[in-house]
């Protein structure tokens, strides 16, 4: 158990950033470490709502039963952005759904770096 114990803190200094950690007062670093506690639990609710899924081949189970955190972090990543390109296609497709891209790119834009027009 104790290497089990040694993985899960290297998990959390190197994948989930707690080793950035640089608060000097106590409550401020509870409350960093509290996020990357609250960070991993939630990686590890997503892999429990994988590996529930039905259709999934036992090689994907297996992939998601053994991966890292760093593994998952990559793989809730690229989720993300298969679903912002999927959103991006399908709003694409109508002029109503370019002019709200549109929008949504200015504003994205800080207005210092934003031009006329």
Do not use: N
């Not at 090689?59 to 999927?86: P, Y």
């Amino acid at each position: 158990m104790r290497w089990q114990i040694e993985l899960f803190f290297k998990e959390l200094k190197s994948t989930l950033g707690f080793a950035q950690c640089r608060l000097r007062r106590f409550e401020a670093t509870e409350g960093w470490l509290e996020l990357v506690l609250v960070t991993f639990l939630w990686l590890e609710w997503h892999r429990a709502r994988q590996l529930a899924k039905s259709g999934l081949t036992t090689k994907q189970k297996e992939r998601w039963r053994h991966q890292r955190t760093h593994g998952l972090c990559l793989a809730v990543r690229r989720h993300s952005e298969q679903a912002d390109l999927e959103y991006l296609a399908r709003a694409m497709q109508t002029p109503g759904g370019i002019r709200r891209l549109r929008r949504k790119l200015r504003q994205a834009i800080p207005a210092e770096f934003r031009t006329a027009g």
